[in-house]
């Protein structure tokens, strides 16, 4: 079955210079890259190994000038795009891009939640472009983490949507980190965001072999750390940051998964897990 309902099937990096984030990337991430452009549209695949990561397009210029920022966007596989876009709205979310193909390659739509956090609806044409990588495998996203207004009312949400349930939930002294599960295995978590944080949005952990050397090639390349690295109980360690043209992402250390929020508050106080 290509399109396993309510897993992350697909990203994509949204950016206002592509070459750049290309460089980017490619230096700090180790991806390789494929040209997979038509005559209407540029587009560009990054690999590690012989799999496939993710995809990258150019902001539009109207988004631009809507104000649009450099993003990382995850895209859910369900069975019926149509079907589970005309929910949405139903649900308090909005349909920003409707119900819309790529010839021979999916049917895609992109959506924002009540709390305004974006997502993408996805369902191959036929065989998927990529396979539901390892949690685990080096280059590729291995934790999805929704920073939210509320966490209750976010779940409640994608629970209805995508039939995920919840898994374990970690307490701090900022409250609950909820794990959520899709096919009987946990795959991200959602937390009632930080006042510091100014907007609800999914987080994307990429695994790496050693998050410290990956530090280095962050800044030596041009981005920023705003948070760690952070050493979790666990024994993996997590690092937040953002590539030169602004989108925000992160990296942990290859390990079987566990619940891996970390943020600051306003007054700087750690929030781990």
Same mark, same amino acid.
């Given at each position: 079955?290509?399109?396993?309902?309510?897993?992350? =099937?697909?990203?994509?990096?949204?950016?206002?210079?592509?070459?750049?984030?290309?460089?980017?990337?490619?230096?700090?991430?180790?991806?390789?890259?494929?040209?997979?452009?038509?005559?209407?549209?540029?587009?560009?695949?990054?690999?590690?190994?012989?799999?496939?990561? &993710?995809?990258?397009?150019?902001?539009?210029?109207?988004?631009?000038?809507?104000?649009?920022?450099?993003?990382?966007?995850?895209?859910?596989?369900?069975?019926?795009?149509?079907?589970?876009?005309?929910?949405?709205?139903?649900?308090?979310?909005?349909?920003?891009?409707?119900?819309?193909?790529?010839?021979?390659?999916?049917?895609?739509?992109?959506?924002?939640?009540?709390?305004?956090?974006?997502?993408?609806?996805?369902?191959?044409?036929?065989?998927?472009?990529?396979?539901?990588?390892?949690?685990?495998?080096?280059?590729? =996203?291995?934790?999805?983490?929704?920073?939210?207004?509320?966490?209750?009312?976010?779940?409640?949400?994608? &629970?209805?949507?995508?039939?995920?349930?919840? !898994?374990? !939930?970690?307490?701090?002294?900022?409250?609950?980190?909820?794990?959520?599960?899709?096919?009987?295995?946990?795959? #991200?978590?959602? =937390?009632?965001?930080?006042?510091?944080?100014?907007?609800?949005?999914?987080?994307?952990?990429?695994?790496?072999?050693?998050?410290?050397?990956?530090?280095?090639?962050?800044?030596?390349?041009? #981005?920023?750390?705003?948070?760690?690295?952070?050493?979790?109980?666990?024994? &993996?360690?997590?690092?937040?940051?953002?590539?030169?043209?602004?989108?925000?992402?992160?990296?942990?250390?290859?390990?079987?998964?566990?619940?891996? #929020?970390?943020?600051?508050?306003?007054?700087?106080?750690?929030?781990?897990?």
């Amino acid at each position: 079955m290509f399109n396993l309902h309510g897993r992350f =099937v697909w990203y994509e990096l949204i950016t206002t210079e592509p070459d750049a984030a290309q460089k980017f990337y490619s230096n700090v991430m180790g991806w390789g890259v494929l040209d997979a452009s038509v005559p209407s549209r540029a587009y560009t695949l990054f690999t590690a190994g012989s799999d496939l990561v &993710s995809g990258m397009v150019d902001l539009p210029e109207d988004g631009k000038r809507l104000g649009g920022k450099p993003a990382w966007i995850g895209y859910i596989g369900v069975q019926d795009v149509d079907a589970t876009a005309s929910r949405i709205s139903g649900l308090g979310g909005t349909v920003h891009v409707p119900p819309t193909d790529v010839t021979n390659v999916s049917r895609f739509s992109i959506f924002a939640d009540p709390q305004t956090a974006r997502l993408g609806l996805l369902r191959w044409a036929r065989s998927p472009l990529q396979k539901t990588a390892d949690l685990d495998a080096i280059g590729q =996203v291995g934790w999805h983490e929704l920073l939210a207004t509320d966490w209750h009312s976010a779940f409640a949400f994608y &629970s209805e949507l995508f039939g995920w349930q919840q !898994a374990d !939930a970690r307490t701090g002294e900022m409250g609950t980190y909820q794990l959520f599960s899709s096919g009987g295995q946990a795959i #991200g978590g959602i =937390v009632t965001k930080a006042s510091v944080v100014p907007a609800p949005f999914w987080l994307y952990y990429f695994n790496v072999d050693d998050v410290d050397a990956t530090r280095r090639r962050v800044e030596d390349a041009g #981005g920023q750390i705003f948070n760690g690295p952070v050493k979790l109980p666990n024994g &993996s360690r997590i690092l937040q940051c953002m590539d030169p043209q602004g989108g925000i992402f992160a990296l942990r250390g290859k390990r079987a998964h566990e619940s891996i #929020g970390y943020f600051k508050d306003a007054a700087g106080r750690k929030w781990s897990w």
